[in-house]
C-alpha cells in the first residue's frame, strides 16, 4: 500500500461519502447511518479498478466552522484527521448533495481542498435522475475543471468516476495481502485505540476518553526491522455485554470488531489495569479462544498504579484459563513497555 496513490473522500456530513466508499470498495467497510457524524475515524480500503490500484479513505464529515470545538474534543480531532488526509491524498473526491444543491459550507470546504490538493475531483452524489447530469449552475461556481453526476446508492456512473481517478494511475500487479493480521479488542476506554498509536508511535486513531469513539475497524501495516516479519494491527470498537448494545449504529461496530477477531492470526485483549479483569474481559477471551486465535493479555493503565506492581491489579488470577495467555503490562500513555510488547507480537506471529 505504501507506494499506491491515495484517494480521499471529503465533504460535509452526510453528503453520502461512506455509500460511495462501500460502492468503490465493493464492500460494505464503512458504516453507513443516516445520523451525521457516524464517521470519525479515517477508514481505508483498497481499490483494484481494471488493473489499477489505489488507497481509498473514507472521512468524517467536514466541519468548517470550530466554533465551540473544545481543541480535545473527537469533534476537533476527527476534523484533524481530514486535514492530513487531504495533505496526504494524490487525488480528492469533494462529495455534494445535488439534491439538496450548493450551500455556502460546500463552497468553504471546497477552498480547503484547494489548499492542501493538486487534483480535487467534484462528485455530484444523488444524481439519480439523468436529466439532471449536470454541473451547471450553482455547483459550477465551485470552479473545479473535473467532475462527475453519480449515485452512490445505485452505483450509477461509479464506472465513469473510477475511470476518471484512475486517469494518470499506473497498471499493477493485483495486490495480494499476505500479511499476518492482529486485532485489538477490549471493553470501551481501555486504551485500544492508544495502544494502537503507541505501537505505530503516531496518531492514527482518534483518541478520547469518551467510551465509544472508534467505531470503524482502523487497520495499519507494521514493518519490523528485518522488514520479513510485517503485520497488519486492527483497532476494534469496544465490545460491551450484549445486553447494554442498544442502538443499530453500535450493532454494527460490534459485529465489525467480531468480525476482526474471526479473521486475525493473533488476538491482543487489552485490560484496564486500575479495574482488573471482569466477566466482560473473559467473555471475549473465551469468544477468541474459541475460534482458535493466540491471545496476548495487553494490562494497560499500569502508569495509574501507586506501585507497578501485579498484586495491585484487580482480580489479576479470577479466571485460570486466562492464566495460560502470554501477558504484557504496559502504559499506551507513556509509552512504557510497548518495546517488550511489540517483541512478543512478532515472536507471536512467528509460530502462526
Not at 133 to 139: A, I, L, N
Request: charged letters at 30%.
Amino acid at each position: 500500500m505504501k507506494n499506491l496513490p491515495i484517494v480521499s473522500i471529503i465533504g460535509r456530513p452526510n453528503v453520502g461519502k461512506s455509500t460511495l466508499f462501500n460502492r468503490l470498495v465493493g464492500r460494505r467497510m464503512a458504516i453507513v447511518d443516516p445520523t451525521a457524524g457516524t464517521t470519525r475515524d479515517r477508514v481505508v480500503g483498497c481499490v483494484d479498478w481494471e488493473g489499477k490500484n489505489f488507497v481509498l479513505i473514507d472521512t468524517a464529515g467536514l466541519i468548517v466552522d470550530f466554533y465551540g470545538f473544545d481543541e480535545a474534543s473527537i469533534e476537533k480531532k476527527a476534523q484533524d484527521q481530514i486535514e492530513n488526509s487531504i495533505s496526504e491524498s494524490d487525488v480528492v473526491l469533494l462529495v455534494v448533495d445535488m439534491k439538496s444543491g450548493l450551500v455556502p459550507q460546500d463552497e468553504q470546504i471546497a477552498k480547503l481542498a484547494r489548499k492542501y490538493s493538486k487534483r480535487v475531483i467534484l462528485v455530484l452524489n444523488k444524481a439519480d435522475d439523468p436529466r439532471r447530469d449536470t454541473v451547471g449552475g450553482e455547483f459550477a461556481r465551485l470552479g473545479f475543471s473535473e467532475s462527475v453526476c453519480i449515485s452512490a446508492i445505485s452505483g450509477r456512473k461509479s464506472w465513469e468516476l473510477l475511470d476518471l481517478v484512475t486517469r494518470d494511475f499506473r497498471k499493477d500487479r493485483k495486490i495480494e495481502n499476505k500479511l499476518k493480521k492482529v486485532a485489538i479488542i477490549g471493553r470501551p476506554n481501555v486504551g485500544k485505540s492508544s495502544l494502537l498509536n503507541a505501537i505505530c508511535s503516531k496518531e492514527i486513531a482518534i483518541v478520547a476518553d469518551a467510551p465509544g469513539t472508534t467505531r470503524d475497524s482502523i487497520k495499519v501495516k507494521i514493518s519490523t526491522e528485518d522488514k520479513s516479519n510485517g503485520f497488519e494491527i486492527i483497532d476494534t470498537a469496544g465490545l460491551r455485554k450484549r445486553g447494554r448494545i442498544e442502538k443499530t449504529l453500535e450493532r454494527y461496530s460490534v459485529m465489525r470488531s467480531i468480525f476482526s477477531i474471526l479473521n486475525c492470526d493473533l488476538v491482543i485483549l487489552v485490560v484496564d489495569a486500575a479495574e482488573g479483569l471482569t466477566r466482560q474481559d473473559a467473555h471475549l477471551a473465551q469468544l477468541s479462544l474459541k475460534n482458535h486465535k493466540k491471545i496476548i493479555l495487553v494490562i494497560n493503565k499500569i502508569d495509574q498504579l501507586k506501585e507497578q506492581m501485579a498484586n495491585e491489579i484487580v482480580n489479576l488470577f479470577r479466571f485460570p484459563f486466562l492464566s495460560k495467555c502470554k501477558s504484557v503490562a504496559v502504559s499506551a500513555k507513556t509509552k512504557q513497555n510497548i518495546d517488550i510488547l511489540f517483541r512478543e507480537i512478532t515472536r507471536e506471529l512467528q509460530k502462526c
